[in-house]
């Protein structure tokens, strides 16, 4: 089904279905999502789906909070990754980093970033290029953006947020109600703050199709959060790839059967796992696990693509 975008007046900000019958009533101005005219152009440049794998850098982690020894993980390290989808109907990015890109502290590439969480936590993470400058390498700048989907919204997915704040935003309205209430402490609130007022879709079903035909479909899998999501791609060479979000952090987590110590609902993150396990099965697709720092590694980076 076609999801429209709905400008409301006065609200700048876009809902779900549930307000169609207004929409078709006139109350609201609305297109069909991916068909909007800024779409056209960088989208229209490609005529098949690709993939850019972004680089986010390497976090410093503790295997102990997703409950596995040190001597049951390969490396203690994680990964950070974002991922732009570029499809004739227009451009997706998925996640935005751990570490903005007007907070990077001196020292560029190589130089460890403190972050600090808003539950006064310190993170560390050694940064790899900037998010726009990744962006410009595969040849699109922020304003190409037609539409961000975070995986969920804790810190290391959501620091450039607000730079894609004219995007669609694609989220689940549990997600969205938390970030904007009581978000958890792994969140740093103003890193997404100006997503309140941008065009939004509310997803009320748990696929939603972004292009609609089928290549881009977010799948609900929640549990990490409240409206945590991964992302299939029905890529042509590729084939399917299941890009995870924090379905799983560590590989490990997979292969030994083990939960984070902190989740939003441990019961929920169990069904969510066995759900895209049966998908990918079903789909003989792949799961790229974002913070699998060896898996990571060894996929091509933008401005190197997969189609
Ligand atoms: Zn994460």
Redesign the pocket.
Known sequence: MTELVCKIPGMKKLVSRSLLFAAIAGTFACTPSGNSPADESAAAAVNSLRLYVLDGGDLVSNPASYQLAEDEVQTSM?S?AAYLVVHPRGILLYDTFGVADDERQPGGTGTQQTIVRSDKQERFITLAAPLREQLAAAGYTPADITHLAL?HY?W??SANANVFAHATWLVRPDERAEMFGTPGGSARPATYSELIDGPTVLIDSDDYDVFGDGSVVLKAARGHSPGHQVLYLDLERTGGVVLS??LY?YPEERSLNRLPISEFDKTQTVASRQAVEEFLELNNAALWI??DLLAHRRLKKSPDYYD
Do not use: A, V
Request: hydrophobic share 20%; proline share 0%.
């Open positions: 994680l950070i995986s804790h290391d997915h979000g924090d952090h974002g913070h």
